[in-house]
């Protein structure tokens, strides 16, 4: 299954070929109670070739979709149209009123950039079903836009993962094989220059999968418990230091007891393994490294902080801290991807709280964050 398909709540994912032809047609996790689906009719159609606007008997709505498809083209908004007329797998309940559906589609391409298809979600929708109007049909923000946000959110992680992949595995193999097979002709400066395109390549590859990761964190669903955040640091330091190379200098550790939270844990250890692993990392090159975890005192809601001694850095320049792929210090210098403070701020936004930092060049960095907007009892007890 492909990212775009994968979480479809209340939708449809499609696919076709260059030639229009459907080749996928999946379902979401949550269909519509008032839709049911013969399986065995749905798999004859799509074996015989059907294609997309064929699911509509309607001429016009047809003839528009066949029009767009023909001609390349995708839409830039969410096509409203008629119940798909022509597909009899697709079984509608008694008492429904308004059967319709929104479609989006995007643009496929294959490795070669060329045209390969079109690929959406269709969100079934209707009014009303015995009697009782459909919640959210005609709220400002119903559930099928909803959907329709969230497919279109799917729809670009697909295009990351596959369509921007597909031409930078062309450039990475390419370059491979001219290295490997030309590698007397080219001599060492030519050869410098391949290591250098493989090399951006292969970077390239990362910040994909860094902003695919952002991207699945802001689909994941929040799930607040008592957090015993003492206790989570301990285990993520133990891990960290672990790892660290021999001759590296001790480290000392400070974890402020007691502190508690109501968060969503595997969002909140996403956090602390951020901010602990940069201060380790950072604090990394001076001789008595210090790396603390604390919560400020009398403070409501709790400010939890993450401080080392380490590089610091110019509080001019803090505005680019959260964003995507900006650094403060060279990939040399301090390896990383430039999305792990924007991963944590998105989570720290999600539970309602703010982050924010204090630093100076050469003195270390200061993390504070909460994570919940109202006053709430929370922190060390």
Not at 3 to 26: F, N, S, V
Not at 34 to 51: E, F, I, K, P, R
Not at 108 to 132: H, I, M, N, Y
Not at 249 to 258: D, I, K, L, T, Y
Request: proline share 5%.
């Amino acid at each position: 299954m492909t990212p775009l398909q994968h979480g479809w709540h209340a939708g449809w994912y499609w696919q076709t070929d260059a030639a229009h032809r459907l080749t996928e047609l999946r379902p979401g996790a949550d269909l519509p109670d008032w839709l049911t689906v013969d399986w065995d009719a749905l798999a004859a159609q799509l074996d015989g070739g059907l294609m997309l606007w064929q699911m509509w008997a309607a001429a016009d709505t047809s003839a528009r979709l066949r029009y767009h498809l023909q001609h390349q083209q995708a839409w830039a908004d969410a096509l409203a149209l008629p119940w798909p007329d022509a597909m009899p797998a697709w079984r509608v309940a008694d008492g429904v009123v308004d059967a319709r559906c929104h479609v989006r589609a995007h643009v496929r391409l294959d490795e070669q950039a060329r045209f390969a298809g079109f690929q959406g979600v269709l969100v079934p929708q209707c009014a009303a079903w015995g009697g009782a109007e459909v919640a959210g049909a005609h709220d400002g923000e119903s559930s099928d836009t909803l959907q329709l946000r969230l497919a279109e959110q799917e729809a670009l992680r697909y295009a990351l993962s596959h369509d921007l992949r597909a031409p930078l595995r062309v450039i990475d193999g390419f370059a491979r094989i001219v290295k490997e097979d030309y590698a007397s002709s080219l001599g060492k400066l030519g050869a410098d220059h391949l290591d250098r395109v493989l090399a951006a390549a292969a970077r390239m590859n990362g910040m994909i999968d860094a902003v695919l990761a952002q991207a699945q964190l802001s689909g994941e669903a929040l799930s607040r418990s008592d957090v015993d955040l003492s206790a989570m640091a301990h285990d993520i330091l133990a891990d960290l230091l672990a790892v660290r190379a021999p001759d590296a200098p001790s480290v000392q550790v400070v974890v402020a007891e007691g502190m508690l939270a109501s968060a969503d844990e595997p969002l909140l250890r996403r956090v602390l393994e951020n901010l602990l692993g940069n201060a380790l990392k950072y604090s990394g090159k001076v001789s008595a490294p210090r790396v603390e975890m604390g919560c400020m005192p009398a403070t409501n809601p709790a400010v939890y902080f993450v401080r080392d001694n380490g590089a610091g850095f110019d509080m001019q320049h803090a505005d680019k801290l959260f964003g995507m792929f900006q650094r403060l210090h060279s990939a040399k210098e301090f390896p990383g991807s430039g999305v792990g403070l924007a991963g944590v701020q998105a989570i720290v936004r999600r539970h309602g709280g703010r982050i924010w930092a204090e630093a100076a060049p050469g003195q270390g960095a200061c993390f504070y964050f909460t994570l919940m907007g109202s006053r709430a009892p929370q922190g060390p007890r």
